[in-house]
């Protein structure tokens, strides 16, 4: 897993609290932000956006992924998630593969309201992932 300095995991963790403040979550009321530090060492943030048609809901993970790439970064090194809950949230399976796309060997830290973390790579988290190779 890649290292990270304490001050890249602050930074990433209060990103994602950040993040999960401006979430859209009327029908679950459970906000959800994320932070993805790139290969270059940029930060960007994601918060979960719901919709009355819960099918076209987006998970803060992939917002904040999609938000790197659209600036042009597609090397994730580490992901922050963090939820307002007693245990930390993993990310969905949807949310794992779009990870394994960028950050193969990505550093998944979940965070929550209490010391509890996870904090994981993701061929713990999505072992077996499909990936490129797959479509050969």
Known sequence: MPALTSIQLRNLTTA???AAGKAYAPY????VGAA???GTGRIFVGCNVENASYGLCNCAERTAIFNAVAAGQKVLR???VYTPTSTPTPP???CRQVISE???DARIICTCDSPKVIDASLGE???HAFGTEDMQ
Not at 28 to 31: C, E, L, M
């Open 16 to 18: 994602a609290r950040k």
């Open 28 to 31: 679950s009321k459970f906000r």
């Open 36 to 38: 993805v530090l790139t």
């Open 78 to 80: 580490a992901i922050v």
């Open 92 to 94: 969905c399976g949807a």
């Open 102 to 104: 960028f950050g193969p």
């Open 125 to 127: 988290l999505l072992p």
